[in-house]
């Protein structure tokens, strides 16, 4: 498992470096659910499931769909196709490839070489450890994080429509 866990980290930082320093938006946001998807399966690796699910569903997940949606309201016409077809070229995946096809060899090999629930450190993070924590203490950030994502979708909403008329 210190392996898997390694494996994972060093994905990370890499990733997370290419998102950093890449200039085209879509090639960074490959690179940065490659990103979260190893921060997931570091979760997975120390024992917390259902910790690393939530990163991939609402991290990886919401991330592309607010991609789409962006994309969508924005309507940027048919020179937005043709550039997006120039920025996509076949060997423009190849990084991404790579590193997807290790995080994939690394959960096929946590999942047939290990026990199903073993673990690092061998204790367990439930759901409701997770809520406990959340709801608890960290009410507040939970709830400001909440309206911080509000006011972001009425922004790009705002954005795209007064473009969109003009």
């Known amino acids: 498992m210190t392996f898997a866990f390694y494996l994972s980290s060093s994905i990370a930082v890499a990733s997370a470096f290419r998102v950093i320093t890449n200039t085209n938006p879509v090639h960074a946001l490959l690179y940065l659910i490659i990103s979260l998807i190893s921060v997931a399966m570091i979760f997975f690796s ?92 960290y009410l507040l950030v939970v709830e400001l994080t909440s309206m911080l994502l509000l006011a972001a979708a009425v922004t790009t909403f705002h954005l795209g429509r007064n473009e969109a008329n003009e």
Do not use: C, H
């Open 46 to 137: 120390l024992g917390a499931p259902f910790a690393g699910m939530l990163e991939m569903i609402a991290y990886a997940g919401a991330i592309m769909v607010l991609f789409v949606f962006v994309v969508m309201i924005l309507n940027l016409g048919p020179t937005s196709v043709v550039q997006e077809r120039a920025w996509l070229k076949p060997n423009i995946w190849l990084g991404p490839v790579i590193l997807t096809a290790l995080l994939l060899s690394e959960l096929l090999y946590m999942l047939f070489a290990y026990q199903s629930g073993q673990t690092i450190s061998n204790t367990k993070i439930d759901a409701k450890a997770i809520g406990g924590s959340l709801f608890g203490p």
